[in-house]
């Protein structure tokens, strides 16, 4: 089966991505490089002052009605609704006084100049007016669908209605999702919580007209997961472990016959582990690590070389195998730690698979610390 959510080349902000410091985990966030790089807000902005144009210019027939605002789907350009300093949709929009340029209220409050023009900020005031522009034009392509659902009788033409349907929501699905995507590197996560919750919102509506396809359930539970992501960045854990837990309920009535779906269900569950280890609930932390490690060995047994499918499972293992170290399963723990050294050193990655070789490393290193730390114990008592 291909992988069959379209957004699954909308690179996810994954465990990855959103580092804690905290060594305890180091197996997880081994790659650690800051998400957002504070360097000017223009290097990678590129002003086309050809809204439209350029990119068709390869033949293809253009049949999309060209948006008043400049909206491209291919593109996705918003000159003028959009901040330059997260490259997204206004959000919460804040005009500059006394310079007059707009950003959203996250975004430049990190700012002591304004970055367009570079005069001083003397305060920042909020522009609902442009906001509601905003506002309306999202919920003006938003629109395109429900008319088009309103306007349809049932019966005759349902066939018709459910090919229009879906293609004008995808659209607008992966747009929210980019938009979401980008606040959420800028580390607007009002902004991108905002854009996902809108795409849940669209895909479980979908669901209620079509029905729980593996299609909307793997959407809908990578957006969830996003959700997750957010909630989690805010400092909302309550609310991060409640959008994994969905995550996981709708990832987990799919088949596990696709890596990219089995993936970010186990991801969900490690997040959830995680924020329950944090939360200082090691047992129910443990019992999440677990049903991951074990949907990840199913992957392997399936997949037995494929090296990434291996280093899951190695991840997975040193994460139980630390939560049983804490509530006091030292043999299990050292069990496990074992089993997962010899994973990894079992396994032979190619020249070119450089960063998963970093990874193979990092974690091999982090568990054979856990090792030398556990035999130290030993020969002091
Ligand atoms: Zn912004
Ligand atoms: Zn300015």
Redesign the pocket.
């Known amino acids: 089966m291909k992988p069959v959510c379209p957004f699954v080349k909308v690179a996810r902000p994954d465990e990855a991505s959103s580092k804690k410091s905290t060594d305890k985990h180091a197996v997880e966030e081994a790659d650690g490089k800051p998400t957002v790089s504070p360097k000017c807000p223009f290097a990678s902005s590129k002003q086309s002052t050809d809204k439209y144009g350029v990119e068709e210019a390869d033949g293809k027939p253009t049949v999309s009605p060209k948006c008043p605002f400049g909206y491209d789907s291919q593109t996705f350009k918003l000159g003028p609704l ?7 949709l ?2 919460d929009t804040s005009r500059c006084v006394p310079c007059s340029h707009v ?2 209220k ?3 409050s990190r700012f002591n100049d304004c970055p367009l023009c570079g005069a001083d900020i003397d305060k920042i005031e909020s522009d609902k007016n442009l906001q509601d522009v905003v506002d309306r034009f999202i919920e003006g392509h938003a629109r395109i669908k429900r008319s088009q659902v309103d306007s349809d009788k049932e019966g005759e033409v349902r066939e018709n209605k459910m090919v229009i349907y879906e293609d004008v929501s995808f659209e607008r699905g992966s747009f929210l999702l980019q938009q979401a995507m980008r ?1 959420f590197r ?1 580390q ?1 996560f009002e ?1 991108a919580k905002s854009r996902l919750s809108l795409c849940a919102e669209d895909i479980r509506g979908e669901i209620e007209t079509t029905g729980s396809t593996s299609e909307l359930c793997s959407q809908l539970g990578a957006v969830l997961g996003m959700l997750g992501d957010c909630c989690r960045a805010m400092g909302d854990a309550g609310s991060a472990v409640i959008y994994f837990e969905e995550s996981v309920e709708f990832l987990g009535k799919l088949p596990r016959d696709d890596m990219e779906i089995t993936h970010t269900l186990s991801v969900s569950l490690n997040k959830i582990g995680d924020l329950k280890y944090y939360d200082g609930q090691l047992e129910a932390a443990r019992d999440y690590y677990v049903r991951s490690l074990n949907i990840r060995r199913d992957v392997m047994k399936r997949l037995p070389t494929v090296p990434s499918q291996i280093l899951d499972v190695a991840v997975s293992l040193a994460k139980v195998a630390d939560a049983d170290k804490v509530v006091g399963n030292e043999d299990t723990a050292l069990d496990r730690f074992h089993e997962a050294i010899q994973l990894l050193e079992s396994l032979t990655l190619k020249a070119e698979e450089t960063s998963l070789e970093q990874r193979r490393l990092s974690v091999l290193d982090f568990l054979k610390s856990q090792i030398e730390e556990k035999e130290k114990q030993n020969t002091a008592a």
């Open positions: 959009s901040c330059l300093i997260c490259q997204a206004l959000f950003f959203c996250v975004c430049i606040a800028a607007n902004s």
